[in-house]
């Protein structure tokens, strides 16, 4: 899964993709550790949605633009527009609810 690395990257990524689900997060966040191996497991198997990672502390203006308050914050998009949203440590069967909500 690729780390964006710029608000431009972002926007260009949501712009180019129908189906994309965005794990908003920080290297120090324990729960979204946790997290993350299930959302790598389910970009391994919905190959036909964009996985990518947001760091809220090397890209604050995104996590700003969603007022992201708590990580992991999970988020799924379809066609650009927000279709789904989880908050802190969730189960897989929750987490993949969410990603077919970008499908």
């Not at 431009?8 to 189906?19: I, P």
Request: glycine letters at 4%; a negative charge; aromatic letters at 8%.
């Amino acid at each position: 899964m690729d780390i964006i690395k710029s608000k431009d990257e972002y926007d260009a990524l949501l712009k180019n993709n129908s189906a994309v689900f965005v794990d908003f997060f920080a290297t120090w966040c324990g729960p979204c550790k946790m997290v993350s191996p299930i959302v790598e497991k389910l970009a391994a198997v919905n190959t036909d949605v964009v996985f990518v990672k947001v760091d809220v502390d090397e890209t604050p203006d995104i996590a700003a633009q969603y007022g992201i308050m708590s990580i992991p914050t999970l988020m799924a998009f379809k066609h650009g527009e927000a279709a789904g949203t989880i908050v802190g440590f969730r189960p897989e069967p929750e987490i993949q609810k969410l990603v077919d909500a970008a499908k």
